[in-house]
């Protein structure tokens, strides 16, 4: 069973930057794929970045040139360094882990980012 917790979140003003980091326990090999999801309210999840083992990124076309997506392979860790924020960013981030392409998501609890002035 994997867990992933999270941690960085906060407020933020407009402009401002964060940086995220999830850190996974419990897989006895390592991770295919890890990412960040947000979820705003009254919207449905959706990806914002996600890096595969051999360091293939995939990003949210809004939040391309604002976020970078870095991972550190030995330790399972997901980090996500959030710059020009923007209040359309405020949302709840979930980390997301899978261990092969095609097996299950795990998901950490959230992190509230709020981009507020």
């Known amino acids: 069973q994997v867990q992933l917790v999270e941690s960085g979140g906060g407020l933020v003003q407009p402009g401002g930057s964060l940086r995220l980091s999830c850190a996974a326990s419990?897989?006895?090999?390592?991770?295919?794929?890890m990412g960040w999801y947000r979820q705003a309210p009254g919207k449905q999840r959706e990806l914002v970045a996600a890096?595969?083992?051999?360091?293939?990124?995939n990003y949210a076309d809004s939040v391309k040139g604002r976020f970078t997506i870095s991972r550190e392979n030995a330790k399972n860790t997901v980090y996500l360094q959030m710059n020009s924020l923007k209040p359309e960013d405020t949302a709840v981030y979930y980390c997301?882990?899978?261990?092969?392409?095609?097996?299950?998501?795990?998901w950490g609890q959230g992190t509230q980012v709020t981009v507020s002035s």
């Open positions: 890096v595969t083992s051999g360091s293939s990124t």
């Open positions: 419990g897989a006895s090999a390592r991770i295919y794929g």
């Open positions: 997301n882990a899978k261990l092969l392409p095609s097996s299950p998501n795990y």
